[in-house]
């Protein structure tokens, strides 16, 4: 139990000392990914390897009178770069091996020993061949900002002391010591925009909050990122989950609630398991329950797991999934600020928002004004994915152009390809082209383009992706997560879905372009929630942007990126087909057939177009014709 | 005193609880499809989506009306906004229009119209979904809903049940009743409410037009029609005449004309129905027993009871409901009257209630295995009737109606209002306890449309407490109060509908659900104040009725023919729960897990049970299940072994179940050996 | 792993029963008890779903109403196997669909059903899992693959019927 503020700083000190002392600190990537990459299995094999080395091997940070000088072998949280994964770090120097496998665990063990890295398990960059040693010197890393993401990776987030020994809770400590309202001012200083989707500052809604006289009052951590590929919250969660649980303390105590929620998606196990461990260490350890730090406030958390619904990450709706019901928004006003769970006072701060509280208290407010645009200060992660080189987690100040992060972090588009367009802010977002690649990321730019920052997902086309199509799946995506309740959201993102599958699949007509446009501005307009207000911002966008393709597919019956089904016709070229039968076997409709060793032939009515047989043909006898 | 500028006009304003209410007073009718002002404020129709200065476009039903406020009802964007929303509402509706039962008062229709929807640009709906006809009372379309809600949010919110809720979702939601069982098979009271908000014709009264023209073209048959006290109110509104101005005679002349061989009225049987419960109350009264007396003239009131208060089926009158109380004696003595066999008898009835057609169809009520009421025709489905064969309803000769029973006093009048039953009984009860003539018969406590009113009146010297509701969630409350102790009555009075059944839902449909009711309710009150007389103790039809047949009231003969019992009943069908199958298992033990015998611990007792059985190693013998309801819930929890009906089996008589298990096993090993 | 088969089960009504012990008797315990049915059985079954309603006095449309919103929930049994195919927008742009596809033929399901007949296996798509830096992403009874292709999930089921055949 930490009685008060003196006390939390003395075990930071002895903490940082304790990891000081050691030989090394050794960090295995224990985020979803990783894991999916065999993670687990390099770290007992680590271990394994440390015992052989008769190196004393500790699993958690030790206090400085602990200390060894061994090493400290732990599972860190996400690093972002899960796809050179299984990653391990080596501290204290920062080096970073990528793609490790249980076998490599004897050199890098030896390597902390002769001080050589084990070079081919460095990071080599692509183009250029560079072989990075550190970390922090990689592309990649290298013009990163981290604020929310600095623990992710860094630290084992499954010990509140690794959390404790990298200012953990100071920011905490700082709010207790004051009046609520200096810390609500602080907030609203420093212009925090709500990091979930449309940034609005989280400091207003404090205050309002604040404000209204209520015997109960509620903190909800809006963990229920649905947004298909944003991955930042999850990583968050699971790599530094106590600095959510620092955020809410510090919100709770500024609005005067004594309660508070995570709602985490259910898709997230790890999550809600590494929240629950964290709420009970921090329970214990006394910085959550009752007179926090002896300063007579407290405050008590529970994890509430979603059941999967896209709608909930809308603040009302994920007020009626807590409550029990069907995750359908309400009408609004009343706005939560004033009467939300259970008809009380609610604040709904998204994780990434509350993940940049603690820093706010503790480094103060310039600090924070320090990074990004006057009008969007500070930092946003973004989860680049899609076709551009390094996919991952990333955290840069806000106003870096789209350029910055696509070419300078993200390396440029895979397999040398042309960039053709990102898709940003999920199915709330639009679709960006090569013209607004030196438009800088704020909430306020994007939106002056039809897109939003939404929760930055920033997806990565080439010129092989069908923007039509994308523009199809998203709705399709938005039809199905559509609550159902206004009448513009459900049927309009069923109809315009309708609409796109009947272009993709070569039965469009030009007249079908303006009715998507006029169905889009209705949804935009007239739906109750702001998922169905924002629901038709990638069809709107492409329309915009892309007009020439779209026409492409329903004046010319023509898809230009050579995806859409209807639109494209599959042979087989006799005389570069071997007769292997592959594609015949990857076929999942059968329409493929012939003798072996010699040429096959595709029915083209049982074809469904879904290109499986190219992609196995090695010998690229499997053409599209006209 | 608030102001707000609507269209450039300033508009002032007090109480409104939203814009909405602002622009409607001030004389536009900004559509709406979900918004009722007796139900929450539910958004989802986006109809009355209005520009707000400042704000941009958002719903007027949902936006606080504050001062100030600068609203435009009538922009470009406004318009394309809800011509958008009709369409496509419109391509997901089965458009059959012209077969249709809300064709003429579908709203979906009706601002198709009037926002000139002529083209739909999009496709059909993907499915069709089956009808649901299974109810007595109602018929589901989901083909034609729209997704408004209006039925979840009133039987939700007014009645209490929640028979409808949305499953699902996205394009994919659908409104259904638990586990999109039929409506039969669930806990729907057959009030109808649903079908009398439902904007369309998803959810319509159950049409029985066809065999009511069967019976009166069919010359062999004596057809005889009851007319319901609320009828007289409101059929008029069905050929634009105002509502709550009777139109009694009228309506005898045209049943003549269609074929209908006698009118009576059911106020007269309604007379009989105060003689007996009033004289069963001031029985019940001065024993103390069964207090507080429940009345059970509504049909929807009754099944409630039977599903969720078993225990409170002893404090429900006795007496049958007027409907059946006529039915009962037109099959029994009204065709001995007229010489014919009762077989040859058809009584229709026109009611304002759906819950009556699935009342008519109740067991209790049939002699010699026929029923006692043949059919229901709902006030909307006569107006149609009528409408069919042409007749200038309007502008009717009256005529008055048969004898015996068309005679009825200003008491069975006003029974189709909320708080009628209870001046009814007052005016009778008054006058049998003190022994004087009542002077002023009207009570005024009692009238009013409050959810809940509650009075006490002095009568000789002891205080009777009469407490009045509607709507079955108010019901529901009070009864939680009463139960608790909290609060103590001696008659308590419930009808279903608001406003009682000027407010059922086989009613013509009314915009102005909430006023239509007050008017014709208020058209009761009138009606009775014009009659001659007010009590039933004075209808000299009734008098004699009773020297003829059946004695006096609460009589042998009486019991017989004008009272019953009602029995508990399931909420929602379900098979059995198997927790131990074994092919040997000789002896089936069921135990209740209903609500009420859940709420007495049956849960706990099943578990001690199963393992009681595991212990004495005969787990091999018994199949234990768990049943969803055996409707027997007053005397919950209940335990079922093979035949024998054990109930209120306490913890502590768990021993006993175990005996009898056991001598079960034995009897059966016995007859094996045999 | 849970048993589908009810009647194997000891007691579903028990098993409900523990759970509203768990998380209270509030209509706000709703998904969580349903979250333990699933989880238990793998689908909710309708009496259970009765029996909740009764335990929380909720009316049994509603308890229907919370079970068919959110995806986590099934009323239908699942097989053995639940496979979930990410579609995710970084999963779809690098061809899950295709995935998918091969995942289905492997199986040998068809007519749109999304359960084998020998109740082995259960083939989903899902929105973002959030693994969208190994897109694409399968996850077989939770367990995440990353980077697949149609060629490496059949492999990975063979393997799985490999292990089934041994035991």
Redesign the interface.
């Known amino acids: 139990m930490i009685q008060s503020p003196a006390e939390l700083q003395n075990l930071r000190d002895r903490y940082a000392k304790g990891m000081a002392q050691q030989k090394a600190g050794i960090l295995v990537c224990a985020g979803t990914g990783c894991v999916a990459s065999g993670s687990l299995e390099v770290h007992a094999a680590l271990e394994h390897a440390l015992k052989e080395q008769g190196l004393h091997t500790s699993v958690q940070l030790l206090l400085e009178e602990e200390s060894t000088g061994g090493v400290t072998a732990v599972k860190s949280g996400c690093h972002g770069f899960c796809e050179m994964g299984p990653l391990v770090r080596i501290d204290p120097e920062g080096v970073l091996y990528t793609k490790v496998k249980p076998v490599d665990a004897a050199d890098i063990v030896a390597a902390l020993d002769n001080g050589e890295p084990v070079e081919r398990l460095l990071y080599r960059h692509p183009a250029t061949q560079q072989v990075f040693v550190k970390e922090s010197d990689i592309p990649f890393y290298k013009h990163q900002t981290r604020v929310a993401l600095a623990n992710c990776g860094h630290i084992d987030p499954n010990d509140i002391a690794a959390y404790i020994a990298k200012d953990g809770y100071q920011g905490a400590a700082n709010a207790l010591s004051r009046p609520p309202q200096d810390v609500v001012d602080n907030v609203l200083e420093a212009n925090l925009r709500g990091r979930g989707g449309g940034g609005f500052p989280a400091g207003r809604k404090w205050s309002i909050a604040a404000s209204v006289d209520a015997d109960q009052k509620y903190i909800i951590c809006n963990g229920d990122e649905g947004d298909p590929g944003a991955f930042m919250d999850r990583s968050v969660m699971e790599g530094d989950p106590h600095r959510i649980i620092e955020g809410m303390l510090i919100a709770g105590y500024a609005i005067g609630a004594s309660q508070g929620y995570i709602y985490v998606r259910a898709e997230y196990p790890l999550a809600v398991e590494r929240l629950r461990q964290a709420l009970s260490d921090a329970e214990a350890w006394g910085l959550l329950g009752d007179n926090i730090l002896g300063t007579g406030f407290s405050f008590a958390l529970h994890v509430k797991e979603g059941a999967g619904a896209f709608v909930c990450g809308e603040e009302s709706a994920l007020i009626a999934s807590i409550e029990g019901e069907r995750g359908m928004p309400r009408p609004k006003p009343p706005f939560p600020a004033v009467a939300g769970l259970w008809n009380k006072p609610t604040i709904i701060n998204n994780v990434e928002t509350l993940a940049n509280v603690p820093d706010i208290l503790r480094r103060g407010v310039d600090w924070f004004k320090n990074s990004g645009t006057p009008s969007s200060p500070g930092t946003k992660t973004f989860a680049l994915t899609g076709e551009v080189a390094n996919t991952g987690l990333i955290e840069v100040p806000m106003g870096l152009t789209v350029r910055d992060v696509v070419y300078t972090i993200g390396g440029g588009i895979r397999k040398q390809m042309a960039f053709k367009a990102v898709q940003i802010g999920g199915p709330s977002g639009g679709c960006l082209t090569e013209e607004h690649l030196d438009l800088p990321l704020d909430y306020d730019s994007l939106q002056q383009v039809g897109a939003m920052i939404g929760s930055g997902g920033l997806v990565v086309m080439n010129e092989e992706t069908c923007i039509v199509e994308v523009a199809r799946f998203f709705m399709e995506f938005t039809q199905n997560e559509s609550c159902g309740k206004c009448v513009l959201c459900r049927e309009g993102t069923r109809r315009m879905k309708e609409i796109l599958q009947r272009i993709v699949d070569g039965q469009g007509a030009e007249s079908d372009l303006g009715l998507l446009e006029e169905v889009g501005e209705s949804v935009q307009a007239g739906s109750l929630c702001g998922l169905g207000k924002t629901a038709p911002n990638p069809v709107l966008t492409t329309l915009q942007y892309f007009e020439e393709e779209y026409l492409a597919h329903v004046r010319d019956k023509r898809c230009p990126a050579g995806v859409c089904p209807g639109l494209k016709t599959f042979a087989i070229a006799a005389e570069d087909c071997v007769g292997c039968s592959k594609c015949a076997r990857v076929c999942p409709v059968d329409a493929i057939s012939g003798k072996v060793k010699e040429p096959f032939v595709i029915d083209r009515e049982a074809c469904i177009k879904c290109g499986a047989c190219v992609d196995a043909c090695k010998f690229g006898a499997v053409v599209e014709v006209a | 005193m608030n102001t707000m500028i609507i269209d450039g006009r300033r508009i002032s304003f007090e109480q409104e609880a939203n814009v909405l209410q602002v622009i409607r007073g001030a004389g536009i009718d900004l559509p709406t499809f979900c918004y009722h002002s007796e139900l929450s404020v539910y958004g989802a129709c986006r109809m009355c989506i209005v520009d707000v200065a400042g704000r941009g476009i958002q719903a007027a039903c949902h936006t606080p009306a504050e001062d100030g406020l600068e609203i435009k009802t009538n922009t470009a964007k406004l318009r394309r906004i809800r011509k958008m929303a009709l369409e496509l509402l419109l391509a997901n509706h089965d458009r059959d229009c012209t077969t249709c039962d809300r064709s003429g008062s579908c709203k979906l229709q009706d601002l198709a119209q009037r926002f000139g929807v002529r083209d739909i640009r999009f496709g059909q709906r993907d499915v069709k979904a089956p009808i649901d006809a299974s109810s007595a009372a109602l018929v589901r379309d989901p083909n034609k809903c729209i997704l408004c809600g209006d039925c979840v949010r009133i039987c939700r919110e007014v009645q209490g049940i929640g028979v409808l809720d949305f499953s699902h979702r996205g394009s994919k939601m659908t409104v259904s009743p638990a586990f999109n069982k039929e409506l039969h098979d669930v806990e729907c009271v057959n009030c109808g409410q649903c079908a009398a908000v439902c904007p369309t014709g998803a959810l319509t009264v159950k049409n029985e037009i066809a065999r009511a023209w069967q019976a009166i073209h069919d010359e062999s048959i004596t057809v005889v029609v009851q007319i319901a006290p609320a009828v007289r109110v409101s059929l008029g509104e069905s050929f634009g005449l105002e509502s709550g101005k009777s139109v009694m005679g009228q309506l005898s002349t045209a049943l003549k004309q269609m074929g209908v061989d006698k009118v009576f009225d059911t106020s007269f049987a309604a007379d009989l129905t105060v003689m007996e419960e009033s004289s069963e109350f001031l029985q019940r009264f001065q024993s103390g027993t069964d207090l507080p007396q429940f009345t059970s003239c509504c049909p929807a009131w009754v099944k409630f009871v039977e599903q969720y208060h078993p225990d409170i089926l002893g404090n429900l009158s006795s007496c049958r409901s007027p409907q059946q109380m006529f039915g009962s004696l037109a099959k029994k003595y009204y065709a001995q009257e007229l010489g014919i066999p009762a077989e040859k008898l058809f009584v229709m009835s026109i009611m304002p209630c759906t819950a009556k057609k699935f009342e008519a169809g109740r067991e209790e009520f049939q002699t010699e295995g026929r029923p006692d009421v043949d059919v229901v025709i709902t006030t909307q489905e006569l107006g149609r009737m009528i409408e069919e064969t042409g007749i200038d309803f309007a502008h009717l000769e009256p005529t008055s109606l048969d004898m015996p029973f068309g005679f009825a006093t200003g008491a069975g009048v006003i029974f189709g209002v909320t708080g009628g039953v209870s001046e009814a009984v007052l005016r009778f009860a008054h006058e049998t306890v003190t022994g004087q003539e009542l002077e002023h018969v009207v009570f005024q406590e009692v009238r009013g449309y409050e959810g809940v009113k509650k009075a006490s009146f002095d009568m000789a010297g002891t205080t009777v407490r009469i407490a009045v509701v509607h709507g079955l969630a108010h019901a529901a409350e009070l009864l939680k109060a009463v139960k608790a102790g909290k609060e103590a009555f001696d008659f308590i009075e419930v009808m279903a509908c608001p406003g009682g059944c000027v407010g059922g839902a086989g009613q013509p449909i009314s915009a102005q659900m909430t006023a239509s009711n007050q008017n014709r309710g208020s058209g009761l009150y009138k009606e009775d104040q014009l009659l001659q007389m007010h009590k039933a103790q004075q209808n000299p039809m009734v008098n004699s009725f009773y020297q003829k047949w059946i004695e006096e009231p609460g009589s042998e003969a009486a019991h017989l023919s004008l009272h019953t019992r009602y029995g508990s009943r399931k909420r929602i069908q379900g098979e059995a729960y198997e927790l131990s199958q074994q092919p040997e298992a000789s002896v089936d033990v069921q135990v209740c897990v209903g609500t009420s015998c859940y709420l007495k611990g049956s849960v706990e007792l099943l578990k001690n049970l199963k393992y009681q059985v595991g212990k004495d190693e005969i787990d091999e013998q018994v199949k234990l299940r768990a049943a969803f309801c055996c409707q027997q819930c007053a005397e919950g929890p209940m335990v079922l072994v093979d035949d024998t009906v054990m109930n209120r089996v306490g913890a502590d008589r768990l021993p006993e179940v175990m005996h009898e298990i056991k001598d079960k096993i034995a009897k059966q090993r016995q007859m094996l050996r045999r | 792993m849970a048993s589908v088969d ?2 194997n089960e ?5 098993f409900v ?1 523990q759970s509203v012990q768990k998380w209270g008797r ?7 008890i ?2 333990d049915i699933q989880q238990q059985y793998r689908y909710l079954p ?2 259970l ?3 909740a ?3 929380l ?10 079970a ?6 099934s ?1 239908d049994p699942k097989g053995k196997y639940l496979i979930k195919v990410c ?9 899950s ?2 995935v998918y ?2 995942i ?2 492997r199986v040998r399901l068809v007519d749109g059903k999304s359960t084998t007949e020998d109740m082995q296996y259960t083939v989903e798509t ?10 694409p ?1 399968v996850t077989i009874n ?5 980077q697949m ?3 490496a999930i059949t492999a990975i089921i063979d393997m799985l019927e490999q292990q089934e055949g041994e035991v």
């Open positions: 009810l009647q000891q007691s579903g009504i028990e029963e509030s209509p706000s315990a709703l998904i969580p349903l979250q309708e009496q779903l009765t029996h309603a009764t335990a006095e909720l009316p049994p449309a509603s308890v229907y109403g919370v068919t919103f959110y995806a986590q929930f009323l579609d995710g927008t970084a999963c779809h742009v690098r061809k669909m295709p596809e091969a289905r033929k899902v929105s973002c899992l959030g693994a969208c830096g190994l897109a992403v939770d367990k995440v693959y990353g292709t149609p060629d």
